[in-house]
């Protein structure tokens, strides 16, 4: 299992993946690679940081050494992504540091996606701190800042999906993000139902 965020850090994925382990822990067997986590017994290996290329290496150190049958990742874009930074337009992701791993191993590899989501979301969440740079280049003018403002959104927005042409399988943890990649099958977490409405059935009854 590979995650950048494990606890003892604080936060959503960290927790999602927590559970899961514990969960296949009753059946299998299961190694956690993970970012700066309490290694509290020789099941976690703390090998991931940030935007470091050499996170596929060391995660194939792993690999090596224990020999998994499955490898699942947990794939959030800020964990993973090089970050370049742009003078008019903030930062970007610019290559995945997992490319090397998916790129590499022979085994299963399925993938969760965290954080993807449609672009039209993408660009309404980047565009409000993009705009607050405004500032810093009035001398520049209005529609060359909104054209190189949504180059940049756009290239941003792909960089984070290239790396989804990658892995061999793909668990959704939605409908919106299974619609963005196209591919996988979907495993419903939060809000989302795991079924369906039938339009024309007004009494809420799944199909």
Same mark, same amino acid.
């Given at each position: 299992?590979?995650?950048?965020? %494990? @606890?003892?850090?604080?936060?959503? /994925?960290?927790?999602?993946?927590s559970n899961l382990?514990?969960?296949?822990? =009753?059946?299998?067997?299961?190694?956690?690679?993970?970012?700066q986590s309490i290694?509290?017994?020789?099941?976690?290996?703390?090998? /991931?940081?940030?935007?470091?290329? #050499?996170?596929?290496?060391?995660?194939?150190?792993?690999?090596?050494?224990?020999?998994?049958?499955?490898?699942?990742?947990?794939?959030? @874009?800020?964990?993973?992504?090089?970050?370049?930074?742009?003078?008019?337009? #903030?930062? =970007?992701?610019?290559?995945?540091?997992?490319?090397?791993?998916?790129?590499?191993?022979?085994? @299963?590899?399925?993938?969760?996606?965290?954080?993807?989501?449609?672009?039209?979301? %993408?660009?309404?969440?980047?565009?409000?701190?993009?705009?607050?740079?405004?500032? =810093?280049?009035?001398?520049?003018?209005?529609?060359?800042?909104? /054209?190189?403002?949504?180059?940049f959104l756009r290239?941003?927005?792909?960089?984070?999906?290239?790396?989804?042409?990658?892995?061999?399988?793909? /668990?959704?943890?939605?409908?919106?993000?299974?619609?963005?990649?196209? =591919?996988?099958?979907?495993? %419903?977490? #939060?809000?989302? @139902?795991?079924?369906?409405?039938?339009?024309?059935?007004? &009494? #809420?009854? &799944?199909?």
């Open positions: 299992m590979v995650s950048g965020e %494990y @606890p003892p850090i604080g936060g959503g /994925i960290g927790r999602y993946t382990v514990a969960s296949l822990c =009753r059946n299998a067997e299961v190694i956690v690679a993970c970012d290694k509290t017994d020789d099941h976690v290996y703390n090998v /991931i940081h940030p935007g470091d290329y #050499g996170n596929s290496d060391r995660i194939l150190d792993v690999i090596n050494e224990v020999s998994p049958d499955i490898l699942h990742v947990q794939y959030e @874009p800020s964990f993973y992504e090089e970050w370049k930074y742009t003078t008019i337009a #903030g930062i =970007r992701p610019t290559k995945s540091t997992l490319q090397r791993l998916y790129e590499s191993v022979s085994m @299963p590899v399925v993938t969760t996606l965290h954080s993807v989501f449609p672009y039209s979301e %993408y660009k309404a969440f980047y565009e409000d701190s993009l705009s607050r740079r405004n500032g =810093r280049f009035r001398f520049i003018p209005s529609m060359f800042k909104v /054209i190189a403002r949504e180059r290239k941003s927005y792909d960089s984070t999906l290239r790396i989804t042409k990658l892995p061999s399988d793909f /668990i959704n943890l939605s409908k919106t993000t299974r619609d963005v990649i196209a =591919r996988g099958s979907i495993i %419903y977490h #939060g809000a989302e @139902p795991a079924y369906e409405y039938n339009n024309n059935d007004s &009494s #809420g009854h &799944s199909t």
